[in-house]
RNA sequence: GGGCGCGUAGCUCAGUGGGAGAGCGCUCGCUUCACACGCGAGAGGUCGCAGGUUCGAAACCCGCCGCGCCCACCA
């Protein structure tokens, strides 16, 4: 028993001693009910933790530690998702190169010492793919180390990465099961485009922020005479423009309705017609249809079968178009190819500008242009609005499963349970299949090749598939069967997809990466369907929704019987925390500060689901507690009689009866997945203990009557261990 | 516009039908033999507003106000 009790280095002798023990294995002899596995999240390696990851790991690993106390096997795993677009970015900055898939492999390649402030260096997607492992192995070193400072209870060897070859065999085998059942299909259409990525985005990758910009009035031409004038934010679309639509019941335009217009400046032929979804008060009443502006330009393309005019490049700038020819005639195909070529080549801003300029000088801008605020939809790691732009992409079917969807959430178990109402809300807003092509470079790659036929044209329906006993592949280097490497890209032969799997694509399977489907049979029995998935609920409407997707395509059941979500660390001024906000949070200072019995005190009394501010002075909480408990043990452990003795004395038997009802409560709470109920619990009780019974007891325990002593002793003894298993 | 959550002491929050509470901060006192990272005493609140249900409402119901998040719209 020390003389000053002390909490300063036990945290690296009990993590070495767990560590040695194997304390925290799991071990694969348990079965069925007897295994509780835990579907971790696998935090993005770009960069730093911050301390909203301690929070809610911290949470998770509450949960680990109760299951284990009630003799659970815990399957508890963690996983780094490293693939994606934020390591590419990382490593962009990081080394100072970019990647060109037309330059070939250098195995010789070494990377810049420092990044130079000139142009980036262009290097081979084999060579980029090399960085971003090798920064991805060090950053997961750094996470790891985190983890073990903060004590989380993880099976080290259970660990995976969402680019290791076991992700992408088991994405790819997911992904070709679902080409042969129909569930996935790839199709040419109009996609949601972010231009610096130059790649498809996701629905559930958007984000709407408000951007300033001007209603123009602009004059349509009826071919009949009169004028028809609509009112635009995105003048530069008016050359793909495809029809005008007013409201059914719209007085004012029934006399276009059924007749054609002419498009300012380029004379193209539009049909007047009709839809519901206009709004006869916005504007005049009458809207222009382009290919595409937003996705309700998309919803009445496919509704009214409208065609494409499509003239905006991959790159965000005005392409080259056939002005004049089929399906882009014109009433006068001089004035519009004069007019088309002032906006080749520009950007959408400069586009928007010069077009004004023009219609100006036609005279076609009708009154003065009035600023709005809107928002609008950005790719969330993007710097430009989203267009949508028509390109060939893999979709999994997701709109036809809603309802089932639906009533999986129904089945799921959610903590707290009104998080499932942002779950229907997702799956009722969905707007289309879900897009998992993407055209980036470090992911898992499409399995898959295509014939190139004799006139060197890629067919993209006659695909050419590996047997699942070669995943994963990588299309770009290896050769599909019955193919020699020298028929890449040649008449005749063969060309590997480009595009890689959208990360969620991946992350959507974490409960069979974690549990090795298809590789460990006899370990993914036993874990799959996993008891809990924990996460944020900022990720609903993406990992928790796709991995119930994934799971329901795949097997026809839910995941995981339970989704614990938890909330967010906010800043003292109840902002979110975001690097370009500039208060986020590191944690490692923290552990050192405070200690991980103080970090984790502050982490689980944020209750689940509730977004809570970050506030040090809870950890110094925490650590009072921590040097309290300490304290309390010195008193109640030294110079004990032996044990044995019985509780005789009522004060004794009063207390042992009072800690059976804390634990009933802590327990009760924790079933609940309430880890910061548990903990007010303890804590409560445990300064009453403190406050009360020790300094009621002073006098018995110290008397030198062994009988009136030992009934004291064989409570303290109890009610000792009893506070730290509550604690622990 | 729709959905969800929140609004209790200066601050952070607990409290789902009967006593308004905890920690921090503040005031006063105490080196008392587990602990000054402690102990004791105290000040401080029309429980967002307005109705209703009830013998009784911080809690349950309705409406409103404010804050946050998600979604939709964004011509």
């Known amino acids: 028993m020390p003389e000053r009790p002390t909490l300063e280095g036990l945290e690296a002798k009990w993590s070495a001693a767990w560590e040695e023990a194997g304390t925290y294995r799991f071990d694969r002899a348990a079965t069925g009910e007897q295994i509780y596995s835990i579907d971790t999240p696998p935090p993005t390696v770009s960069g730093s933790l911050h301390v909203g990851h301690v929070f809610s790991y911290t949470h998770t690993d509450t949960m680990a530690r109760f299951m284990r106390m009630r003799g659970r096997e815990v399957f508890y795993p963690m996983g780094w998702d490293d693939n994606g677009l934020p390591t590419e970015r990382r490593v962009q900055n990081h080394y100072g190169v970019r990647c060109d898939p037309s330059v070939p492999y250098d195995p010789d390649f070494r990377p810049p010492e420092e990044p130079s402030d000139r142009e980036p260096v262009s290097v081979s997607r084999p060579n980029f793919v090399d960085l971003c492992l090798r920064l991805t192995v060090q950053d997961e070193r750094a996470f790891e180390a985190l983890w073990r400072s903060l004590g989380l209870s993880v ?14 065999g088991i994405s790819q085998r997911s992904f070709l099961a679902l080409l042969r059942r129909g569930e996935a299909y790839q199709l040419e259409a109009p996609t949601l485009w972010d231009i610096d990525f130059q790649t498809a985005v996701a629905q559930a990758e958007l984000e709407d922020r408000e951007r300033p910009g001007a209603m123009n009035g602009v004059r349509f031409h009826p071919v009949e005479g009169g004028e028809a004038v609509i009112e635009t934010t995105r003048p ?17 335009h ?6 054609d217009a002419l498009t300012p400046l380029f004379g193209t032929r539009v049909p007047v017609r009709t839809h519901p979804a206009v709004e006869k008060d916005k504007g005049t009443g009458l809207v222009m249809v382009c290919t595409f502006g937003d996705l309700t330009d998309v919803m009445w393309w496919r509704e009214l079968g409208l065609p494409v005019r499509s003239v905006l490049g991959a790159d965000g700038r005005l392409q080259e178009v056939p002005l004049g020819e089929p399906g882009w005639d014109s009433a006068d195909p001089g004035a519009a190819r004069a007019a088309y070529s002032e906006l080749v080549g520009l950007t959408i801003n400069q586009a928007r500008k010069r077009i004004l300029e023009l219609l100006a000088q036609a005279g076609d801008i009708v009154g003065e242009p009035q600023p709005v605020t809107r928002a609008v939809k950005f790719f969330e790691k993007g710097d430009r609005p989203v267009e949508i732009i028509t390109s060939r992409q893999w979709f999994i079917r997701t709109l036809e499963h809603r309802e089932r969807l639906i009533e999986r959430g129904r089945e799921l178990h959610w903590h707290p349970p009104y998080m499932r109402a942002r779950f229907e809300d997702w799956v009722n807003g969905l707007t289309g299949d879900w897009c998992v092509s993407r055209q ?23 695909r050419l598939l590996p047997e699942d006993d070669r995943l994963p592949v990588d299309p770009s280097t290896d050769v599909p069967a019955g193919y020699e490497p020298s028929q890449r890209g040649q008449p005749g032969g063969f060309a590997g997809d480009p595009d890689v799997m959208d990360t969620w694509a991946t992350s959507s399977l974490t409960p069979q990466i974690a549990g090795q489907a298809g590789v460990d049979p006899e370990l993914y029995e036993k874990v799959f369907p996993f008891d809990v998935r924990p996460q944020a609920h900022d990720i609903i409407r993406t990992w928790l ?26 800043d003292p001024d109840r902002k979110k925390m975001s690097k370009s906000k500039g208060n986020v949070v590191t944690p490692m200072h923290l552990l050192d500060e405070h200690g991980a019995d103080a970090v984790r005190y502050w982490a689980a009394s944020g209750r689940p689901g509730t977004d809570t ?10 650590r009072k507690l921590a040097v309290k408990v300490l304290n309390a043990s010195k008193f109640a452990l030294a110079d004990l009689p032996p044990a044995g003795a019985s509780l005789t004395h009522a004060l004794d038997r009063a207390l042992i009866g009072r800690l059976a009802g804390v634990v009933a409560e802590a327990t009760d709470s924790f079933e609940d997945y309430d880890y910061a109920r548990a ?5 409560s009780s445990f300064w009453w203990y403190c406050d009360y019974y020790l300094e009621l007891v002073k006098g018995r325990r ?16 109890i009610s000792l261990s009893v506070f730290q298993r509550l604690f622990a």
């Open 440 to 462: 980036r470079f470090f992911g898992v790659p499409f399995p898959i090749w295509y014939e190139i036929d004799q006139h060197g044209n890629v067919c993209h329906e006659r």
């Open 545 to 570: 929704f796709s991995t119930v997707l994934r799971s329901e395509l795949d097997y026809r059941e839910l995941p995981w019987s339970d989704a614990a979500i938890s909330g967010w660390v906010l």
């Open 155 to 168: 099976d080290w060897e259970m660990t995976y990465t969402t680019i290791g070859r076991l992700a992408q």
């Open 613 to 622: 501010a970050f506030d040090p002075k809870q950890m110094k909480v925490g």
């Open 254 to 259: 029934r006399n276009l309705v059924g007749k």
């Open 236 to 252: 530069e679309l008016i050359p793909a423009c495809v029809a005008l639509l007013a409201h059914p019941d719209d007085e004012r």
């Open 702 to 717: 110290y008397d030198p009557d062994p009988d009136v002593s030992a009934s004291v002793a064989r409570a303290l003894r």
């Open 679 to 683: 903990l007010e619990r303890a804590e």
